[in-house]
Structures are given as C-alpha cells and as structure tokens.
C-alpha cells in the first residue's frame, strides 16, 4: 500500500523587519513585512487611532500569504509611542499624512518595479483613502502611484473633512470597504450607516462594499465570523487591481453573496 503524501504546509510569513524613516521632524518607525515569495505588490498599510501594525497581525500575515509586501507605519497618535511624545487624533492627522507621503515615497525608491496599494483601518483608512484622491481640492495628498485602496470600518463623515460636498469626488482608484451592522466608533460614526453613506458617495466606478453579518469596528483585528471569507475577497481585490491577476480577477468579479457577507457593486 503506497504511502500518504505528505501535507502541504504553508510558509510561515517572515517577522518584521524596522525601519527608521525621518518625517517633519520625528523619527517613524515603519514596520516591513516581506510577502511570501516574489512579490506582487507593495501595500501601505495604516492602522487605526491608538492601535498599531502588530494588532493587525492576522490581515498582515494574509496579505504576506498573497505575495503582497507591507509597509506599516507606526503613527503618532499610537497608544505605543510614549505619552510625552504622543499626539493627539487631530494632530496626528497632519502626522499621518506626511508619513502617507514618506511610506509611499521609501516604497518607490525601495520597489521600483512593484505597483503600490493602499489598506487602512478606521482613522486609517481615511490616510488610504486619500492616497487615493479624496480630499484632494483641499489637502493634496494624493499619492498618484496608489493604484486601489481598502479601507476597513471607515470613520465615516468627518465635518470640514469627508462630510464637506464633493470631497470623495476626486477618488480616482478602485476601493473596496469592509464593514458590518454593529460597526460602531466615536465620534463620527456612531451608526453603521455613515459607512454605507460613504461608500454611496464615492464616485461611480470600480468600488465594492462588503457588509459582514454581524461585525463590529474590531472585525480587522480576525477574531470574527466571516474573517476568513472577507479576507479572501480583499487579497482577490490587491492582487486583481494593484498586481493586474487576472485569475484574482475572475474570482473577485464573480463573487456573489453569502449567508455571511453581503457583496454590493457600484
């Protein structure tokens, strides 16, 4: 009787490696987290208010799995950074988008040959979804590389931000939002329907809303039902938008809704 093959195990994604870039005045450290294998992609990746790259461990080591290299930022506004150093959320705004421009700046010089993306959480996925052109009459941040954006339990509508008239219209990637029925967070949204409000105001184009039955503003964090599904689709939308596979493609377009996630297109 022949013996059972052995089972494949997949590749554990290498750790992160630190670098110190210098932005306005302050030292950031970026933490990278090589892809498994070559490469597709390079992801800027933007954490959340008070959180940090290594809280989203279990979205960074998917990503790494899909071959997509990610540079995580630690901001200013992190419960990490000691409090005599530490910002606070309106200030690290600023913050936020000179690191957004240096992240994406350090990735052009470091892989040249890989197209960029961007991924956020909460506040960050507002500095991705700027990369990607939203605000961009008032504060020109757009990154012209960034070529797609996710973004995960948007803050919603910000007065004299994201709420002024016409400040997404100049998105100009492809953006998929991940958000859920009990996705909650002070101060600006404290109902899940700015998020839906949000993803209806971006321009007509390529953007696709997943809504998991279910979750709430932690659901990045991989500890909830329909994780697994979700991120399936997000590494299906990078690689697909950002790399050009078109098998990730085929898989992300035909996606169709489940008894967990519900996939809404326009």
Known sequence: M?????????????????????????????????????????????HGAGSS???????IGALQKAGLTVLAPLHADSLLIPEAERQDLQAAFMSRMAELQAVSAYARQQYPDLPLGGVGHSYGSLIALMAGGALDSMLHARVPAMKAVVMFSSPGPIPGLTATPGALDPVAVPTLTITGPRDVAQPFAGDPAVQIAQFDALPAGDNTLLV????????VYGEEAGYDEAIDLVTDFLLS??????????????????????????
Do not use: K, N, W
């Open 241 to 266: 938008r950002i790399a050009g596979d078109a098998f990730a493609g085929d898989r992300f377009d035909g996606a169709q809704s489940s008894e967990r996630v519900e996939i809404r297109r326009r």
């Open 53 to 59: 790259p290594e809280r989203l461990m279990p979205l």
């Open 2 to 46: 022949a013996a059972e093959p052995p089972a494949m195990v997949a590749p554990t994604p290498p750790a992160a490696r630190h670098v110190d870039l210098e932005v306005a005045g302050r030292t950031v450290d970026v933490s990278v987290f090589d892809a498994v294998g070559e490469p597709a992609a390079v992801i800027f990746l933007s």
């Open 212 to 219: 998991v039955d279910g979750s709430d503003h932690s659901f």
